[in-house]
């Protein structure tokens, strides 16, 4: 098993509401990553967990919050965004966190916010 | 500080065509890997091939080969006898230095459409 799966595939959301994103891999990666990726742009990256814990928040903004209940669960949890925070988020995961390591990428959540 | 440039933002090709994708690379680490991403319309990246500093050994693939070149700090990506099926947007990305958490800071290029026309 080697994939990456985000739920939902689509979000629309209004800027009062709460909502999450939720990320599982069953491939015993201890690395796990949230991204966003505007149109036309590359990946930007938001968070990195290692062995569940927070390792790097990129100055994201408190409206993310992730969460990592255990390793192969990773959410990320909405409220009060704005609409320049729709975009797609990307999940992905790693066998650990080094130079070499590649990416698993999800298939992402494309978020719409109103 | 890394950079990855992609100068090709959107590249057409007729089927069967061969096709290479540029990029160009800055880093000051004596260390560093270099990766090719493939992003098909359904959004993952998919993972293609992962370079280290020290090894200028091109590779193929099948249909897929790479030319790592350090003296000129490239990287390139030839797609051979295209299909429809290559189209997608290719990042080809940087990972250098560690950052203070221990993490590999990965440096993504903005990413190159391929569109193979059939």
């Known amino acids: 098993d080697t994939e990456v799966t985000q739920t939902p595939k689509h979000l629309v959301m209004g800027m009062t509401n709460k909502k999450s994103l939720k990320c599982e891999q069953h491939m015993g990666h201890r690395a796990m990553y949230w991204y966003k990726q505007k149109a036309k742009k590359p990946p930007e990256l938001m968070f990195v967990y290692s062995y569940e814990k927070l390792s790097i928040n990129e100055s994201v903004p408190s409206r993310f919050s992730p969460e990592c209940p255990n390793s192969s669960l990773l959410n990320l949890h909405l409220h009060a965004l704005q609409p320049e925070d729709s975009a797609l988020y990307l999940c992905?995961?790693?066998?650990?966190?080094?130079?070499?390591?590649?990416?698993?990428f999800g298939s992402g959540t494309q978020l719409s916010v109103l | 500080a890394q950079k990855v440039t992609q100068a090709q933002t959107e590249i057409s090709v007729v089927e069967k065509e061969d096709v290479t994708l540029d990029c160009v690379y800055e880093t000051r680490d004596t260390t560093y890997y270099l990766f090719w991403y493939k992003q098909p319309p359904s959004g993952e990246l998919v993972f293609l091939i992962r370079r280290n500093s020290f090894d200028e050994q091109n590779e193929i693939s099948g249909r897929y080969s790479w030319n790592f070149q350090k003296s000129t700090s490239s990287f390139n990506f030839t797609i051979t006898a295209s299909q429809v099926v290559d189209s997608a947007v290719y990042f080809c990305a940087l990972s250098g230095s560690m950052n203070s958490g221990g993490y590999q800071k990965v440096t993504f290029g903005i990413g190159t459409k391929l569109q193979v026309i059939p």
């Open positions: 992905a995961s790693s066998q650990g966190w080094g130079q070499r390591e590649k990416l698993f």
